[in-house]
T-cell receptor, first 114, second 111 residues
Framework: AQSVAQPEDQVNVAEGNPLTVKCTYS??????LFWYVQYPNRGLQFLLKYITGDNLVKGSYGFEAEFNKSQTSFHLKKPSALVSDSALYFC????????????FGKGTRLSVIA | EAQVTQNPRYLITVTGKKLTVTCSQNMNHEYMSWYRQDPGLGLRQIYYSMNVEVTDKGDVPEGYKVSRKEKRNFPLILESPSPNQTSLYFCASGRLVDTQYFGPGTRLTVL
């Protein structure tokens, strides 16, 4: 069965510093990987995805993520954090090989401090 | 405008009183799903549907029912709600292997 782990419940970073939100996954086949963000009192919004191709994926709001097959990771990164990036971030995975559902991690709360 | 709509957005009810939360999408997506979000537990899938008349249980299906009679609609039914179903519920739709679009959420309180 596929699964996603976000090992950090909370990440704190100072404004202007680089940020990383970690995600590791487990699938039996090849993965489709996604990052979503949830701002307070809002639904989830799509940030970026990896389907195939370049391991470095660029998404909305200056975020990017690197697919690392050997480490089964898909960490979310941004070179310079903004206070407005403070939100709840979810990693999700789906197995390419079959009709399987999308599975979400438990989320990581990012706080960017001015 | 492409969107996923949910109704109601807020609902307070009592134990045992049947309720339905509607979900509708206007993007002709095959895949639809329901999630509940609880503090410390993240997003857990209740049910999903790969297409019309095809539904499957997610991680936490107990106490819920769904139906998919039309492609655009995927209602969530609580036949006999209990307080442990107090939660924030999200409906989502998308292509099977692509981005999911989420509704605005339904905050349900069961007294």
């Amino acid at each position: 069965a596929q699964s996603v782990a976000q090992p950090e419940d909370q990440v704190n970073v100072a404004e202007g510093n680089p940020l990383t939100v970690k995600c590791t996954y487990s699938v039996s086949g090849n993965p489709y990987l996604f990052w979503y963000v949830q701002y307070p009192n809002r639904g989830l919004q799509f940030l970026l995805k990896y389907i195939t191709g370049d391991n470095l994926v660029k998404g909305s709001y200056g975020f990017e993520a690197e697919f690392n097959k050997s480490q089964t990771s898909f960490h979310l990164k941004k070179p310079s954090a903004l206070v407005s990036d403070s939100a709840l971030y979810f990693c999700a995975v789906r197995d390419y090989s079959g009709n399987t559902p999308l599975v979400f991690g438990k989320g990581t709360r990012l706080s960017v401090i001015a | 405008e492409a969107q996923v709509t949910q109704n109601p957005r807020y609902l307070i009810t009592v134990t045992g009183k049947k309720l339905t939360v509607t979900c509708s999408q206007n993007m002709n997506h095959e895949y639809m799903s329901w999630y509940r979000q609880d503090p410390g537990l993240g997003l857990r899938q209740i049910y999903y549907s790969m297409n019309v008349e095809v539904t499957d249980k997610g991680d936490v299906p107990e106490g819920y029912k769904v139906s998919r009679k039309e492609k655009r609609n995927f209602p969530l039914i609580l036949e006999s709600p209990s307080p442990n179903q107090t939660s924030l519920y999200f409906c989502a739709s998308g292509r099977l292997v692509d981005t999911q679009y989420f509704g605005p959420g339904t905050r349900l309180t069961v007294l």
